[in-house]
T-cell receptor
Framework: QQQVKQSPQSLIVQKGGISIINCAYE??????FPWYQQFPGKGPALLIA?????SEKKEGRFTISFNKSAKQFSLHIMDSQPGDSATYFC????????????FGKGTKLSVKP | NAGVTQTPKFQVLKTGQSMTLQCAQD?????MSWYRQDPGMGLRLIHY???????DQGEVPNGYNVSRSTTEDFPLRLLSAAPSQTSVYFC??????????FGPGTRLTVL
């Protein structure tokens, strides 16, 4: 069963707009929540990550919001740029496991000039 | 540092053939993983290792074998390739949960 659900599947945003991608997880057995960015033909790369005892983390134009009680977290990209066009994955690390990272299905973001 | 390297970049197999996807990292990371990426499915964990000699199964381990004899290398073996194993395979390594580094991927087609 899918343990990390991501939406939307695809997203089109105008340059300068805000891109919002949402994820939800199904149980409390996760203790670290990263977001990865992937460009075509490349491997994913870590963008930003958050621990569940923090409600928000900001790095430049990228912000993660985390709602522990609702088991939801989201990525906000402010002032979206065409160079942000990529596929974004949310993910969750299992507690006590260094090797077990579960990914959402991904969101393809297109930022129109 | 070369980071995480994967070979080959592309491979075409016939059903029933076996092959090994190579993965190596030069960052002295203890933790290494293999994922497959299929359209609309995200990345799914096949096998992972928390150190030399220690491996465990992920979400989709059937049809794949792994071993970890050194810290640097983590090969993935397809025992008898099937068309359902057509995918892009990514190897990754990490020192901690803070960041997992991914290789460039191997695009595998099974006819």
């Amino acid at each position: 069963q899918q343990q990390v659900k991501q939406s939307p599947q695809s997203l089109i945003v105008q340059k300068g707009g805000i891109s919002i991608i949402n994820c939800a997880y199904e149980n409390t057995a996760f203790d670290y929540f990263p977001w990865y960015q992937q460009f075509p033909g490349k491997g994913p790369a870590l963008l930003i990550a958050i621990r569940p005892d923090v409600s928000e983390k900001k790095e430049g134009r990228f912000t993660i919001s985390f709602n522990k009680s609702a088991k939801q977290f989201s990525l906000h990209i402010m002032d979206s740029q065409p160079g942000d066009s990529a596929t974004y994955f949310c993910a969750a690390w299992r507690k006590g496991s260094q090797g077990n990272l579960i990914f959402g299905k991904g969101t393809k973001l297109s930022v129109k000039p | 540092n070369a980071g995480v390297t994967q070979t080959p970049k592309f491979q075409v197999l016939k059903t029933g053939q076996s092959m090994t996807l190579q993965c190596a990292q030069d960052m002295n990371h203890e933790y290494m993983s293999w994922y497959r990426q299929d359209p609309g499915m995200g990345l799914r964990l096949i096998h992972y290792s928390v150190g030399a000699g220690i491996t465990d199964q992920g979400e989709v381990p059937n049809g794949y074998n792994v071993s970890r004899s050194t810290t640097e290398d983590f090969p993935l073996r397809l025992l008898s390739a099937a068309p359902s194993q057509t995918s892009v395979y990514f190897c990754a390594s990490s020192y901690s949960k803070n960041e997992q580094f991914f290789g460039p991927g191997t695009r595998l087609t099974v006819l």
